[in-house]
């Protein structure tokens, strides 16, 4: 497979690789065919349930300016990203140079969305940058970028939901709403717990728990780069809603701005659930459920996020031939050897 072939290329000439009991190789293997099996599963029963072949034509038929500028969105989504990372590495003590950090995390980008666990690219990204701080702080860069974007994206869509219920711009089921509440309850009692834990545990746990939050501290929150990590958070997030809803105006959905900034980051985060690759089929569900609740047929909300996924695949495409170039390329410098 091409994708087996670009992730070996992910690590360094020098890397020591990992070495795997056949076991684990082989229960690797069927989880992965599993989460395939199960997104092709899923797509084929949206196909039935809202006229798959209506889908089809509404995707073939799209308005190619749209497409262009929903991938030019997704572009910029990437780079910001990448410059988040770039900022956050370098709080920790990893120097990055802005073309290294762009290509790098397109790279992950396309491993995530073509490799079973959707963690690998950044993992890969972790590995590859530790040769300035060791791995556990290019790890905990890796991560706390990952957490900002997170963090506003969720922060983004409860407070859309709650303007457009407050204001009256729409009228979401209750049952939606009852639900967005329990997962700000879960929110708030999962960091209550984590404070917790960091109170009363011992040893390597609450040194592991200590460090994070030190990193934390002084990656995302330290006064001199506390606005401009929220700046390029936020960019990366209107960035990837405006990517989807591109992809929806360009199929010939209505969807409004204010119901974009409340459901697509919904249907992203439905893509963190583990259990097909890179999210396929679960956005799509997604969708297709959330799609009707602002009287939009669920026929578009599966052109749109099969659109999205397609055009996202194409534009972290870049990563894919970055992978191929560098498994040729015999590079004498080290990741990451200085910042410009």
């Known amino acids: 497979m091409a994708e087996a072939g670009a ?19 082989a229960t690797r293997t069927v989880i992965g065919v599993s989460r395939f099996v199960f997104a092709i599963v899923l797509l084929s029963l949206l196909w039935q ?71 690998i690219g950044d993992a890969a990204r972790a590995f590859r940058s530790r040769s300035q701080a060791g791995l ?13 974007g997170l963090s506003v994206l969720i922060a983004v869509m409860l407070a859309a939901f709650g303007l457009t219920s407050v204001f009256g711009l729409i009228y979401w089921p209750g049952w939606l709403l009852a639900l967005l509440g329990l997962f700000l309850v879960i929110l708030i009692v999962l960091v209550v717990a984590f404070w917790a834990t960091t109170k009363t545990s011992r040893g390597k746990i609450k040194k592991g728990l200590s460090s994070i939050i030190q990193a934390s501290k002084i990656a995302l929150l330290a006064p001199s780069v506390r606005w401009a990590q929220l700046s390029l958070s936020l960019a990366t997030v209107i960035t990837n809603i405006a990517g989807f ?94 910042s410009q």
């Not at 556990?136 to 900002?148: H, I, N, P, T």
């Open 7 to 25: 992730l070996k290329n992910l690590f360094s000439a020098n890397a020591v690789k990992p070495q795997s009991s056949p076991r684990s190789t």
């Open 49 to 119: 349930l809202v006229d798959g072949e209506r889908a089809i034509q509404l995707i073939v038929s799209a308005d190619l300016l749209w497409l262009v500028l929903a991938a030019a969105a997704l572009v910029l989504q990437i780079v910001f990203s990448a410059l988040r990372w770039r900022l956050t590495a370098a709080q920790l003590g990893v120097r990055l140079d802005k073309k290294t950090a762009v290509r790098e995390y397109f790279l992950s980008q396309a491993v995530n969305q073509t490799l079973p666990g959707g963690v």
């Open 136 to 148: 556990v702080v290019s790890g905990q860069a890796v991560f706390l970028e990952r957490m900002a």
């Open 245 to 338: 809803t591109f992809v929806a105006w360009a199929i010939g959905s209505d969807l409004s701005f204010f119901a974009a900034l409340a459901l697509v980051p919904l249907i992203l985060l439905a893509m963190l659930i583990p259990l097909t690759i890179s999210g396929w089929g679960i956005r799509e569900s997604a969708a297709v459920i959330l799609f009707p609740l602002v009287g939009l047929p669920g026929v578009e909300g599966l052109a749109s996020s099969f659109a999205f996924g397609l055009l996202s695949l194409a534009v972290t495409a870049p990563g894919v031939m970055v992978a191929i170039w560098s498994g040729k390329k015999n590079r004498s410098d080290q990741l990451g050897a200085g």
